[in-house]
């Protein structure tokens, strides 16, 4: 099967979740073409990275195009590549933009969308997608008919493997670009400032906080557990709407889906609508002082205590060990 | 300026919801549907503009008939002038992409609109994927995640809430947008509204008077297809220890035995 993969990259910055899809795509490709397609600039920064996850080929179009205007141009682009090469099955990754181009993609080429996907597997010459519906409380089974089959994958779904290798890489130009792609131009663009974290979409471990932290400035000692784990910081709607912490970060069934390998809680309830985030996490840790909070429903392993004790003590103890 | 705003009926997110037995949501309990809230944000967002530079909302639903209760309860009273309904059976089980497909059609018959308002997701499947769909059946420009927008002369400008974090984009209208969550505070319909809101036109078409091609549509024509599901195996009981001074300890010793350091 040929399995075609989207990367997610910020310029020379490949994103994790681009080498989860190279390597289930290989994985599952049963020594079929497996591509990686790569839009915009960087390639150059990002080339290695990419090959480590044992593509056959790379498509690297960086038309200068392909940034002035939202999403148009990089479809056609994507679907004049597809109408030539009738790849089986395209992996995106589901982000603000992997959701615009896979559903203008799947609208022009008549070809199923199979969304937010966390699990891929390969049945009958057919890839077939787990969807978690209902906040992950049901497991759904689907896939995508047409060629190519499009599916939007969630970032830590599948583990990176690093075969390495050295993939033909082919340049495209963005001749493709209609005229009629060149009209939602993109004016100004303001980038986030993450203080160095990763994305609460895209890291493999959060800390999340909530309104038992009392007040902004103790999200402190949830990033000073989250910089000794290389985490991401979350939180909850109580304290986004408090105005403690940026909506990104918000988890929840109004904010982030998210399933990290680790998902730690501080000071959050566990609300329904918090859990259908986050309740697909490998492992949840939660830090609460209230014994009854239904956050330690779902915990693997719980601490109840005053989270102003435990955290910091919890940090200091990761760095030491860490460091030895 | 005219504005058509696309909204959905959903399951309030407090209600159990399942699935029926073709793996399309289970729509039975009417009691529990609501205007999704997403859409709240599109209406209001809609009426703002058209407070401020005249024009007309209209709401345009693709859904079942049990939907125009909450045209009549919600969309109308928030302030919209009229509605389109398209209810057919053949729509039944669409998927994103077909759901679009008929919305475009759909907007072939309104004349004369300046943009098309979606939410940015729907809290039923999350999809997120209609206003993208419906930008490239349209062929109109499509500037999603906004979460501000203005208008100026013919030109609506957005800012778009990406991954990477803000970009400014612009398009001459007609347009298609579609707005986050807190993009706006949505109002609550007032007594005088939800009186008004019974007489408002409130126009029923089928898909046929939608100028829908039915092969496109329903859950046999969705290229997305749903198999088996099964309930998310329960979680074992964790560990739950008393903090005693050294529960940080145990907590670490417990992430190592995991590897997750
Ligand atoms: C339509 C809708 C959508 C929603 N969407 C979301 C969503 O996307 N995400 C979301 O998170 N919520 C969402 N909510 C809100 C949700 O219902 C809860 O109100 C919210 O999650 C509560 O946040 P919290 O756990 O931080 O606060 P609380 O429920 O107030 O919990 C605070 C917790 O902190 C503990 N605590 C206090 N002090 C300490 C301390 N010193 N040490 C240890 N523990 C302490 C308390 O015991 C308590 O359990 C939504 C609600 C609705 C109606
Ligand atoms: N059946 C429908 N009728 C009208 N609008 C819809 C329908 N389905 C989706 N939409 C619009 O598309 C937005 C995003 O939906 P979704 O892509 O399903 O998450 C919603 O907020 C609505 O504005």
Redesign the pocket.
């Known amino acids: 099967m040929n399995i075609w993969v989207l990367v997610e990259h910020d310029g020379g910055n490949v994103k994790k979740v681009s080498l989860e899809m190279l390597s289930k795509a290989r994985e599952l490709s049963g020594g079929g073409e497996v591509a990686a397609l790569w839009l915009g600039d960087g390639h150059g920064e990002g080339a290695e990275k990419v090959a480590s996850a044992g593509p056959s080929k790379v498509y690297v179009c960086d038309d200068s195009i392909l940034g002035e205007f939202l999403i148009s141009p990089a479809v056609d682009v994507l679907a004049s590549l597809c109408e030539e090469h009738k790849p089986d099955a395209l992996l995106v990754a589901s982000t603000t933009d992997g959701k615009d181009i896979a559903a203008r993609l799947a609208a022009r080429l008549g070809s199923g969308l199979t969304n937010d996907i966390t699990a891929l597997e390969e049945r009958d010459g057919k890839l077939v997608g787990t969807y978690p519906a209902f906040g992950g409380s049901l497991l759904v089974e689907c896939w995508s008919e047409g060629t190519p089959g499009i599916y939007i994958v969630k970032p830590n779904a599948f583990s990176v493997e690093a075969p390495g290798g050295s993939p033909e890489v082919v340049a495209i130009d963005g001749s493709a670009v209609q005229d009629s792609s060149k009209r939602a131009k993109v004016t100004e663009v303001q980038v986030a400032e993450s203080g160095g974290r990763p994305a609460v979409d895209e890291a493999s471990v959060i800390v999340s906080g909530?309104?038992?932290l009392?007040g902004p400035e103790n999200f402190a000692v949830v990033e000073g557990l989250a910089d000794v784990l290389g985490a991401g910081v979350g939180a909850?709607?109580?304290?986004v709407d408090a105005g403690w912490y940026p909506h990104q970060s918000?988890?929840?069934?109004?904010?982030k889906t998210v399933s990290p390998q680790l998902y730690i809680a501080?000071?959050?309830?566990?609300?329904?609508?918090?859990r259908?985030?986050m309740q697909t996490s490998k492992n949840i840790v939660a830090?609460?002082?209230?014994p009854e909070?239904p956050?330690f429903a779902i915990a693997d392993f719980g601490v109840v205590?005053?989270?102003?004790k435990v955290v910091p003590a919890l940090t200091e103890e990761l760095a030491k060990r860490k460091g030895a | 300026m005219n504005i058509v705003v696309c909204a959905k009926q959903v399951p309030d997110?407090?209600a159990e919801k399942r699935l029926s037995s073709d793996g399309t949501l289970d729509r039975s309990n009417d009691a529990d549907q609501i205007l999704n809230?997403l859409d709240e944000y599109g209406t209001e967002a809609a009426l703002k503009l058209v407070e401020a530079n005249g024009g007309e909302v209209t709401i345009l639903m693709v859904g079942p008939k049990s939907a125009t209760e909450t045209l009549r309860k919600k969309a109308l009273p928030m302030g919209a002038d009229k509605a389109i309904q398209v209810t057919d059976e053949a729509l039944h089980g669409s998927d994103a992409v077909a759901t679009a497909y008929a919305l475009a059609q759909a907007l072939k018959q309104v004349e004369g609109f300046d943009l098309v308002i979606l939410g940015s997701e729907s809290t039923d499947a999350r999809g997120s994927l209609v206003p993208s769909a419906l930008s490239e059946f349209t062929g109109l420009p499509g500037l999603t995640f906004a979460k501000s927008i203005e208008v100026d002369g013919n030109v609506v400008r957005i800012q778009r809430e990406g991954d990477k974090g803000f970009e400014t984009v612009e398009a001459e209208m007609p347009a298609i947008v579609s707005v986050v969550k807190g993009i706006n505070e949505p109002r609550y319909p007032s007594f005088k509204g939800i009186m008004a809101a019974k007489n408002k036109p409130l126009d029923e078409k089928d898909a046929a008077g939608a100028g829908i091609d039915t092969s496109m549509v329903g859950l046999a024509n969705s290229k997305s297809k749903v198999g088996e599901w099964k309930e998310r195996p329960p979680k074992e009981a964790g560990t739950i220890v008393e903090d005693d001074g050294e529960a940080f300890a145990k907590l670490a010793d417990w992430l190592e035995e995991n590897k997750l350091l």
């Open positions: 909530g309104r038992g009392g909850s709607r109580a304290a918000q988890v929840g069934q109004t904010g501080c000071g959050i309830s566990g609300a329904i609508q918090h259908a985030g830090i609460n002082k209230d909070a956050i205590g005053d989270l102003f | 997110t407090a809230p």
